[in-house]
């Protein structure tokens, strides 16, 4: 005998929640709005300060600087190729609006991730949380952003942070109580006090887990890209949009090998970062082992005379 369960009816609560703060907490909403538009446009025209060949440049020296001659390279042909394919604009758009949403994501996911390593009761009340932001269809959070923020890149920011934020919040939590505990316990037994604890033994020693997470936050932004678009907040997720609405195939490809190339450049230079860069450990390898030759000549000559 089948049983008939009431209905929940869960999204009219939600529709009530989005609509009491719709109307009680427009002013925030505002606010955070403007914020991100200003953000969003300020970036945009910054990027486009330069002609594409001279940024780049600037793209290919950072590169060369913190990951080496091969990202170096490929960020020179790969850049190239956006501008060939007429989508420097659009791919200038992408950039920034990532970047934007990355900078948010990661200055909210690592201290609530510092805060759930240090509190089981905070990475309790996180994880449910995370794990209901992760696997919520990103779509999902454009219902509503839209009704929040109208249309644009502010609503396309807002629903990329929401879904690039639980591995930045988890790998800072992982990292962190991954640290040794010999090293915490050396540092208490000298007397350091737990803010100097966290951020001079623990956070560097967490920040390969760290920047992992950083690295994925930002993989995840550069997902959401295309999604974005669906929004007006252009870009190259707008130009993918449009190949799908009008089924051109070639507008369709050109805009992902576009978001593409940003995706490796970003993630090979935040790959990078973790390590510390490239040309600045070969300079200090260099300068160490030009500073001990000479010492161990010296110490050679010394030990060959006292021999004679």
């Given at each position: ?22 109307d009680h907490l427009s002013w925030l909403f505002d606010g ?114 839209i009704f929040f923020f109208s249309i644009g890149a502010v ?58 997470g950083v690295n994925q936050l930002i993989m995840l932004s ?87």
């Amino acid at each position: 005998m089948a049983i008939d369960l009431p209905r929940a009816p869960v999204g009219e609560w939600f529709d009530n929640l989005v609509t009491w703060c719709t109307d009680h907490l427009s002013w925030l909403f505002d606010g955070i709005g403007s914020a991100i538009e200003s953000s969003v446009d300020g970036l945009t025209d910054v990027l486009n300060l330069l002609p594409p060949l001279g940024l780049t440049l600037v793209l290919a020296v950072i590169a060369l600087v913190l990951s080496g001659w091969k990202l170096g390279v490929f960020t020179i042909l790969g850049f190239a190729l956006v501008d060939s394919m007429e989508l420097w604009e659009p791919a200038m758009d992408s950039l920034a609006l990532v970047l934007v949403s990355a900078v948010v994501s990661t200055v909210l996911a690592i201290p609530i991730g510092i805060a759930a390593a240090r509190s089981d009761l905070v990475s309790r009340i996180t994880r449910p949380v995370l794990d209901f932001m992760q696997t919520m269809p990103a779509f999902v959070y454009l219902i509503p952003a839209i009704f929040f923020f109208s249309i644009g890149a502010v609503p396309g920011v807002v629903a990329t942070v929401i879904f690039a934020m639980p591995p930045g919040v988890r790998l800072t939590e992982l990292g962190i109580r991954g640290v040794d505990p010999e090293m915490v316990e050396a540092g208490e037994a000298f007397g350091t006090p737990p803010n100097r604890i966290l951020t001079r033994i623990q956070i560097p020693l967490a920040m390969p887990s760290i920047m992992a997470g950083v690295n994925q936050l930002i993989m995840l932004s550069l997902s959401m890209v295309v999604i974005a678009g669906m929004v007006g907040a252009g870009g190259l997720g707008g130009e993918v949009l449009e190949g799908i609405n009008r089924v051109d195939v070639a507008k369709g490809f050109e805009g992902g090998i576009a978001v593409v190339v940003l995706a490796i450049y970003l993630d090979r230079l935040t790959g990078a970062l973790s390590e510390g860069p490239t040309m600045l450990r070969a300079l200090i390898e260099r300068r160490r082992a030009s500073d001990t030759f000479p010492v161990g000549v010296a110490a050679g000559s010394a030990a060959a005379g006292g021999g004679n």
